[in-house]
């Protein structure tokens, strides 16, 4: 069982940067592949980033290449969502999830990220 706790959402005007941070309980965080994912209002939610569970590979949406990082710290079970030059479009609540053979078993409640125009 896995546990996740987002943080670090808030308000930020357009061009800004946040740092999404996402807690996980349990002794194999390593094992597993984290996740972001988004969902805006009267959207289904899309898949963001994804980092190998070595942390040795990273995945992205097309959307938030180049302006968004997704990193690990296996010794703090946390992993991070760097945020750079947000775009209003940007403005969801961030989930992180996390998940052993190719698939998201397990999900946070959730932060808002509000990007202002």
């Known amino acids: 069982q896995v546990q996740l706790v987002e943080s670090g959402g808030g308000l930020v005007q357009a061009g800004g940067s946040l740092r999404l941070s996402c807690a996980a309980s349990?002794?194999?965080?390593?094992?597993?592949?984290m996740g972001w994912y988004r969902q805006a209002p009267g959207k289904e939610r899309e898949f963001v980033a994804r980092?190998?569970?070595?942390?040795?590979?990273?995945y992205y949406a097309d959307s938030v290449k180049d302006r968004f990082t997704i990193s690990r710290d296996n010794a703090k079970n946390t992993v991070y969502l760097q945020m750079n030059s947000l775009k209003p479009e940007d403005t969801a609540v961030y989930y992180c999830?996390?998940?052993?053979?190719?698939?998201?078993?397990?999900w946070g409640q959730g932060t808002q990220v509000t990007v202002s125009s």
């Open positions: 349990g002794r194999t965080f390593s094992r597993y592949t």
């Open positions: 980092i190998t569970g070595s942390g040795g590979s990273a």
């Open positions: 999830a996390a998940g052993l053979g190719g698939s998201f078993g397990y």
